[in-house]
DNA sequence: ACGGCATATTGATGAATATCGATACACCTA
DNA sequence: TAGGTGTATCGATATTCATCAATATGCCGT
């Protein structure tokens, strides 16, 4: 027997993901509209908002972007989750959905498992 | 006085964000890293892999992907710091770092306050 | 040294995306 | 009703990205 058999990687019996694909859809999605700068510094200025809400006409300066992209970004995050609208007269209110943040930082922990360093020890060769 | 005046959006001193742009774009990078199906799928492949850790030809099949572009998403989890490499042999063992996922989480909830519902409380209309 | 295997890198390609200008829509005021 | 303003949508474009085939690199056993 040689060294390499002993060292093998693909040896032993694959452990399923504790991820199904379309949990890893929905959080990627989730996480896919985090990974931008600008819908960052959004969630943050609306965060720091009076009473926690801002308007487009807030948010297009601080970011020098136009009204348009603005109002795309606000989209993706409103149909991610993190957002909710509230028109009053002209205006666009936008304020965070509070437990959306924290829920995507609790189903990493809880659901999936990925931040317990369980992987040494849940597995133990059976 | 119109009553436009008194809901007007922009009447308010602009409160600058609690986010930095240079922090948004480091967050944006980390979050971007995860918003990917396979590469949620990679973490959780690893992290229920013996002893914690998995190499790419334990990787391939249950994702269907080609070697390299499982190679690439590797290297994007590695760069983003949420997996290390360890050569053993003509193989490579990836392993997730520990403190990662956890530490976006809490840098999310502290460093940005995005997840306390300060926004209402913070503000306090002067 | 040579051949074989696991992995990393390169080049190319099609799809997704961020951005803008132009335009459409909704609401308010005169 | 008409004009003005704030916001959303549409079309177009340049960039980024996910994926693959081909190739390079590195390690092992003969």
Redesign the pocket.
């Given at each position: 027997m040689?060294?390499?058999e002993d060292l093998a990687?693909c040896t032993s019996p694959p452990q399923p993901p504790r991820l199904e694909s379309e949990s890893a859809a929905e959080l990627a999605a989730r996480f896919?509209a985090l990974?931008?700068p600008?819908r960052l510094m959004l969630l943050s200025l609306i965060a720091a908002g009076e009473n926690g809400e801002a308007?487009?006409?807030d948010l297009t300066e601080p970011l020098?972007?136009?009204?348009?992209?603005v109002?795309?970004?606000?989209?993706?995050l409103m149909d991610a989750g993190f957002l909710t609208?509230q028109?009053r007269?002209?205006?666009?209110y936008y304020s965070l959905v509070p437990a959306a943040l924290a829920g995507l930082c609790h189903q990493l922990c809880s659901d999936t498992d990925l931040l317990t360093e369980s992987g040494a020890e849940r597995t133990p060769r059976g």
């Open positions: 040689s060294a390499a990687c896919k990974g931008d600008n308007c487009v006409c020098n972007l136009g009204q348009p992209t109002s795309h970004h606000l989209k993706i609208r028109r007269g002209t205006w666009s």
